[in-house]
Structure formats: C-alpha cells, structure tokens
C-alpha cells in the first residue's frame, strides 16, 4: 500500500495522548528521587556512600532489565493495553509506598518494586503507538509519547525545591505522584483499546524462544541493540548524577541544581523530538534510511556535548555546562524518538514488544553498572573530564553501528489483513 494509505485516523492520536501522561509519570517517579538526593539521604537510615547511592539508582535499572524482555512478551502474547494499564497501576502504588520507607534497606526493597512494575510501561506503550501508526507519521507519534518522557524528567528537577520546602518534604512528593497514576490507571482500562493483531489464520503465534531467537538471529537488530545500549552509559549518567554534580561543582542549591540539570537538556529534548519526528517521516519519502541518519545525527551531536559536561567543572564555567547539556538534550532528541520506528522496520509487528525489551535489558543492565561505577569513581576522585571523554568514545562506535543497519521490507498484519 501506498504511504498515504497507511495515514492513521483519529483515535490513533488519542492513543498518543492518553500515553502522554503515562510516560510523563513514568519517568517523573524515576527522576525526582534524583533532584532529592541530599533530603533523602539525610533521612533515610545506613545510606552515608556516594557508592550506596549509586548502588540503589543500579538496583532499579538491573531489576527494569531483566523483566524487561519479560514485559514486552507479555505485551507481544496477550494485551499491550492491560500491560500499560497494569504496570502504572503497580508502579504507582510503589511511588507511594517509597514516601513512607525510613531504612536503606527499605528503599533498595521500593526501588527493586519500581523496577519490576515499570519495566513493562516503555515495550508496550511504544509497540502499541506503532500499531496504529503504520506509516507516516510514526516518528512523530513516537516522538511525541517521548516528548511525556522530558516533561517528566523536567518536571522531577523541581523536585528538589519540593523537597527543601518545609511544608511539603519529599515524603509528600511521593505520597501525591503515587496516588495521581493510580487513580489515572482506571479510566485508563476503559479508554485504550488493542489493536487486533497476530499470525495469519493457520500460523502460530511466536513464543517466548521462537522471538528471541528471531530477533537475536537478525544482524540488523543486533545492531541496534548495542547502538542502544552505548549511549545510555552516559544518558542514565546525567540524568540520574548531574543535579549532585552541578550542585557541587558550582555551589548551587538543591533546588537550583536539580533545575538546572534537568530542564534545559529536556527542554531541548522535547523540541528536537518535535523536529526530529518531522525530519525523519519526511525524509523517509526520499530514502528507507532516513530514520537511521536521523538518529545517527543526533549521536553525532552528543559527543561533544559530554566532552563539555565533563570539563566544564574543571574550566569554573557553569555556562558551558548548561551549554552542553542543551546539545545533549538535541542530539539525545533525534536518538531516542527513532529507535522503535527503526525496529519497526526490521522486526516483525509480532515480535516488537519483545525486542525493546530486549534492548532495554541490555541498556539498562549496563546503565546500572554505570550508575554505580560512576559513584565509586567519584568516591577516588577520579575526574569528569576523563569520565565523561569515555562515554563521548562509546557514541563515537555508536554513530557507526546504526549506519551498518540495513532496513528490510516489513509487513504489517492489522486485523487480520496484511499491509505493505
């Protein structure tokens, strides 16, 4: 069928819409506990290391990975709906029970929850955005439903003023965001519907080995897996340390350095996946490749962006720091809005739920291991600069990895009926 046959139709967009908000607390709750740091140390019992704080953001990630790939086979096998209406509801309840934690141990035990009930949102909500979204404008529905994800890591910076205010504490941030997602999780079952998907009549529904294997046993996927997998080593990196880092290189306030650290590079985030999505669609029509240089673009844009996060402390220069946040933030924007469409067209409709999760076992398992190496790097002083020029080299192999992904014909089965 021909592009503009495949244009989605109303509700198609409201499906967009009524992910925003997900999205949006989706990583709200991850984000904030960040922008808190210093209260939430102060008062939760056993937590005195750089390295214990490192180790819980790590715990969260590892738990997020493994049930990840599990997630999305869930949405992949029955319902991406009661997957997405199913993890907010779970997470939720555990955002509210971290407000009440007092102990280290209770904490890791609230940050292990979390990882397990969100691990299956991101796979689902984005497999399902693609099932309506079969042509067209799949890079911009994407990049909408992530532009959710920026407001809610902005939203999470100020956080940290929360946190400072007497009146309020982080305690009671939690005990609110908590009880917004699981009351937004009811009418959310009644308003999300499935698209009818699967195997032509006669044809197997894959399984759990048969998908992995599938994938697994593609290059192109390989490939973008690891293409995945590099730059998160420096994403989950600033997203979950740079409110500590701007706080204590340049003397800010809690409040101000969760600001600062988070808006201006989701802010930037937010607008390139606006622009982003349009280039990519519209590039599209000239080439199949056209997501893939998008996104290659973007990784182009973050490596020296890292090189001026990491030396901007040693240099006193706040505004180079927030300098290079801003281009993270566009290059972080033309990333991340086109990894589903280009797994779109190199997996199976099937199968792509599966392979998200997938990628994010393998991304987040290494961002944990980031996190936490990071603290234990920062307990023997070892500099930014040095840091941070790592993660500049893995974007580097990263802008080669997508390039070598070839795109391939792909048919989209909706109700039964295949589609080209």
Not at 14 to 32: E, G, H, K, T
Not at 72 to 88: E, H, K, P, Q
Not at 134 to 159: D, N
Not at 240 to 265: C, E, H, K, R
Request: charged share 15%.
């Amino acid at each position: 069928m021909k592009a503009d046959d495949l244009s989605p139709g109303r509700y198609a967009w409201i499906v967009v819409a009524l992910l925003f908000p997900v999205a949006l607390l989706n990583y709200l709750d991850r984000q904030m506990i960040a922008a808190m740091k210093m209260s939430v140390m102060s008062d939760v019992t056993g937590m005195e290391l750089e390295s214990q704080w490192g180790f819980m953001l790590g715990q969260f990630k590892w738990v997020y990975a493994f049930f990840s790939p599990i997630g999305g086979y869930v949405a992949d096998r029955f319902s991406r709906r009661w997957t997405i209406c199913g993890s907010l509801f779970v997470w939720s309840l555990i955002t509210w029970l971290t407000g009440h934690v007092t102990t280290y141990e209770g904490l890791l035990w609230t940050r292990t929850a979390m990882g397990l009930s969100e691990a299956f949102y991101i796979p689902a909500a984005l497999a399902l955005i693609s099932d309506y979204h079969r042509g067209p404008t799949r890079s911009r529905a994407t990049g909408v439903h992530q532009m959710g994800i920026y407001c809610g890591v902005i939203l999470g910076g100020f956080a940290g003023y929360a946190a400072d205010a007497p009146s309020i504490g982080w305690r009671m941030v939690f005990d609110v965001i908590g009880l917004v997602g699981i009351f937004y999780a009811v009418p959310l079952v009644f308003l999300l519907r499935d698209v009818k998907r699967g195997s032509a009549e006669g044809e197997a529904r894959p399984t759990a080995v048969s998908s992995v294997r599938e994938l697994l046993g593609n290059p192109s996927f390989v490939l973008l897996m690891l293409y995945f997998t590099l730059p998160a080593l420096a994403g989950w990196v600033v997203r979950d340390w740079m409110p500590a880092i701007l706080q204590q290189s340049f003397n800010l306030s809690q409040g101000l350095a969760g600001v600062s650290a988070t808006l201006y590079w989701q802010a930037a985030a937010l607008a390139a996946a606006l622009g982003g999505g349009w280039l990519a669609d519209r590039w599209m029509r000239r080439t199949d490749r056209g997501r893939i240089y998008v996104s290659a673009l973007g990784m182009a844009l973050i490596i020296p962006a890292l090189f001026g996060v990491g030396n901007s402390p040693a240099l006193g220069s706040f505004g180079l720091a927030i300098a290079s946040l801003i281009l993270f933030g566009i290059g972080w924007g033309f990333f991340d809005i086109n990894n589903m469409p280009i797994l779109c067209q190199i997996a199976r409709p099937e199968v792509r739920a599966t392979g998200y999760g997938l990628m994010n076992f393998v991304s987040i398992s290494c961002g944990g291991f980031a996190d936490w190496g990071f603290g234990a790097m920062r307990d023997r002083a070892i500099p930014l600069n040095i840091i941070f020029g790592v993660f500049a080299s893995a974007c580097v192999i990263s802008v080669v990895l997508v390039l070598l992904i070839r795109p391939r014909k792909i048919e989209e089965r909706v109700g039964g009926v295949r589609e080209r």
